[in-house]
């Protein structure tokens, strides 16, 4: 204990003296934290994996939704109709224009939609929504030259559907519109990676201004947006991996986070104003088994050595101890309180694990290799408490942190499980990662097409009866299979200085991770 509060002050110290690098001015601008994995900090965030909450500062969408995830408004488009069947959607489109003066267009949006169904790096929740539009798998693999179920007539978008999808007008207040004049001749594939990330033309109420590579941006009203003029005239983004260095520096005005020992000190700090958010927010082990570019990986190949795992660990006393009064049990997608749940269990057993093991014929003197993207000391001491599980039923294991987490997980893949969150509006986006179209989880449970089926029956129900009847079956496949490793599910708060900001009345917080209606507009500095 006492060599780790020392290299705590060893690294506040450290974090103190990088400080002076950030924006002079901070005192005259909102500060955030870059929300992003990107390690050099020379990019902005990727708005296809998370979208978050303030990005609409930057970015705007064809809808917005409410902090309540379902009351939907108009951004780029005014309205929608959607036919009887489920199959086709009518948008009127309205517009607006690019921070460089140039309109958004339909073609912006049809293009968006095309690049997302091509790109490497994408949330699944637009995966499992756009694989759906008619044409979209021969367009993804090259095989058709264009998307014939994107339709554009005048300022009407027609979006033709092979089978109904229920929260397509939720996904669409997510989605970020592009702009194609200036990403046209990118390789789709790799998208997220393109320079146009360091240095954007954006379309929200803000625009970037500065941009120091590893240090920070700023950001300052977009001239040429045509919605309300936000009261803050500056917002400074800052490349601070310590939430708890920077909050005391003073260089945090909102955050969110779910981590123990972080709420406590940020409670400590004067103005720091807490507000808990109760959202779906998953925490699990990802399988590294095989991917669709023929690279396997035989040790989690074994249903019986991913099951001795989740065997293995006391869940429960780790949830209790590390995420007191915010993490619960999870087994699957579906809570055990929900009455969908079919009640499948994972429980606290080393002696089966160990059974399950050498039934496996595993190899004890192998290392089992976990990836870990999270560097905070509760996943730190969460990930020491798993090594210590695992060796007690004879298994070696290490773990390595890493500041690439999706590259890692579905590229690199050097590692047999990763350590993974999931922030979710909707129990079909964790199902979602199973779709075999997936982008991502492809690259690791091989393009298993055995989910398909029952995703697509989830997302055509129109009742809760056939709702939860999809998830039983999604639930039987997923314990058949065992490719994610549920742990827990878990909730957050978001803090605002409240010494420094003065918020709406009655203004309500959504979940973190995705686009919501916060009415930044009328935010002011004290």
Known sequence: MKKFIVLFVIFAISMASILPAFAADNEKAFQLISAGNDSLGDKIEYPWMNMYMLGGLMWRTLFFVETDMVTIGPDLASSYTISDDGLTYTIDFVGGKWSDGEDITLDDVVFSIKANLKAAASNSIYTSAFTKIEGAEAWRDGTAEDLPGLIVDGNQLTIKLTSPHNILPNVLCQFTILPEHILKDADLLEIANNDFWSRPITS????????????????????????????????????????????????????????????????????????????LFYRYFLANIEGVDGNTNPVMADIRVRKAILHAIDRET????LFPGLAYISNSGVAGDNPASIGTEYAYDPDLARQLLVDAGWDFDYVLRILLYYKDQTSLDFMDAIVYYLGEIGMKAEYTVTSNGTQDLF??????????????FDISEWYGEYNSANANFRMVFGGDTAFDEYINEYASATNQEDKDAALTKL??????????????TIGNNVFINTDRVQLPEGITFGNPWYKTNVHFEDWELK
């Open 318 to 321: 780790l949830a209790e101890s």
């Open 204 to 279: 929200g109420m803000y625009k970037l201004d500065e941009f120091v590579a590893g240090s920070y941006y700023t950001l300052v009203p977009n001239e040429y947006y045509d919605g309300p003029r936000p009261k803050i005239e500056k917002v400074t983004v800052n490349f601070v991996a310590d939430v708890v260095t920077a909050a005391q520096a003073g260089l945090v005005d909102m955050t969110n986070t779910n981590n123990q020992s972080v709420i406590a000190e940020l409670n400590k700090l004067p103005g720091m104003t807490m507000f808990p958010v109760d959202i």
């Open 411 to 424: 590229q690199t893949r050097n590692h047999d499980i990763g350590y993974k969150g999931l922030s979710a």
């Open 475 to 488: 639930q039987e496949v997923e314990a058949e299979k065992v490719y994610k490793l549920p742990l827990y």
